[in-house]
Nanobody
Framework: QVQLVESGGGLVQAGGSLRLSCAAS????????MGWFRQAPGKEREFVGA????????YYRDSVKGRFTISRDNAKNTVYLQMNSLKPEDTAVYYC???????????????????WGQGTQVTVSS
């Protein structure tokens, strides 16, 4: 069982920035995918973006392209979500997730991930 722990959430004004971190309890497999999701109250959990652990390729939902960047530090078993130009509609609980033993694509469905962090609240004021 892989444990994931998110940190870095908080309250920011619109236009501000935050960097979220997700630390894994064990070194991910080179074939693993690390994803970020978010969920606002009463709404479905939605895909934010993902990165392949081995190759570092990434993919994002349209609404965050150009504003959010996912990166990873292999030595620290940690993935980051850098969020710039934040908007009130970005307000949500943000979760990191991991999918192991997957190659060739970056899944965007929550059901496609095996392990989840506890979530960290991001609130963007207008």
């Amino acid at each position: 069982q892989v444990q994931l722990v998110e940190s870095g959430g908080g309250l920011v004004q619109a236009g501000g920035s935050l960097r979220l971190s997700c630390a894994a309890s064990a070194r991910p497999f080179s074939s693993s995918v690390m994803g970020w999701f978010r969920q606002a109250p009463g709404k479905e959990r939605e895909f934010v973006g993902a990165i392949s652990w081995g190759g570092g390729s990434s993919y994002y939902r349209d609404s965050v392209k150009g504003r959010f960047t996912i990166s990873r530090d292999n030595a620290k078993n940690t993935v980051y979500l850098q969020m710039n130009s934040l908007k009130p509609e970005d307000t949500a609980v943000y979760y990191c997730a991991a999918r192991t033993r997957l190659s060739g694509w970056l899944p965007s469905g929550s059901h496609e991930y095996d392990f989840w962090g506890q979530g960290t609240q991001v609130t963007v004021s207008s």
